[in-house]
């Protein structure tokens, strides 16, 4: 059984701060990793992508991928409350797209 | 990325009945995905829908009760069939956006079963 592994939380964060996710996987042969963002009561969002080794930096939001360790991470520099969401790691596990969601990390940024 | 939209957004159903649920996307995709998202819990792929072919399905969904149609490139349904208050969930449809393997979301549909 493939798995993708994350902190339920609730991760709470003080306004300003970073807010750091991690998420591990089972499939070594994934190669594309999604984190969405999932408000209460809506769709998931799709907030990053990554595909190689290292770093991706986008706005506030840092992904870093680590294929050996099958590690995958988000940050989210300058917290605010908007930030307060689940967050979902998925990896794509085959070739037809399919993704593998992880339970999700609740995030709380507090004035 | 794509606009989805799904129909209905809501519904409150009785026991025993079924529900089509529709997935509309305003540009021509090669898959669709339909996933569950039961209370509390994170996403699941129901069935993978390809246009022309029959659906492939997850394990433990089968095709009498979720049965799903893909008449053409930008329109998908899925039926629960013959519903019991365990399918009270979150129904959403995907599609792999043009950017690499990037997918996205419709807004769901919300399901509960009396």
């Known amino acids: 059984q493939k798995e993708v592994e994350q902190n339920s939380g609730p991760l709470s964060v003080p306004e300003g701060a970073i807010a750091s996710l991690n998420c591990t996987y089972s499939?070594?042969?994934?190669?594309?990793f999604f984190w969405y963002r999932q408000y209460s009561g809506k769709s998931p969002e799709l907030i990053m992508s990554?595909?190689?080794?290292g770093d991706k930096e986008d706005g506030r939001f840092t992904a870093q991928l680590n294929k050996a360790s099958q590690y995958v991470s988000l940050l989210i520099r300058d917290s605010q409350p908007s930030d307060s969401a689940t967050y979902l790691c998925a990896p794509k596990i085959n070739s037809w797209g399919k993704l593998q969601f992880g339970a999700g990390t609740q995030v709380v940024v507090t004035p | 990325s794509a606009v989805i939209s799904q129909k209905p957004s809501r519904d409150i159903c009785q026991r025993g009945t079924s529900l089509t649920i529709q997935c509309q996307v305003d540009s021509q995709v090669t898959m669709m995905f339909w996933y569950r998202q039961q209370p509390g819990q994170s996403l699941t792929l129901i069935a993978t829908?390809?246009?022309?072919?029959?659906?492939?399905?997850e394990s433990g969904f089968v095709i009498d009760k979720f049965p799903i149609s893909r008449p053409n490139l930008t329109f998908s349904t899925l039926t629960v069939s013959n519903m019991s208050p365990e399918d009270s969930s979150i129904y959403l449809c995907?599609?792999?956006?043009?950017?690499?393997?990037?997918?996205?979301f419709g807004p769901g549909t919300r399901l509960l079963v009396l």
């Open positions: 499939d070594r042969g994934s190669q594309s």
């Open positions: 995907s599609v792999e956006g043009t950017e690499q393997e990037t997918q996205y």
């Open positions: 829908a390809n246009q022309g072919s029959e659906a492939t399905y």
């Open positions: 990554i595909y190689s080794n």
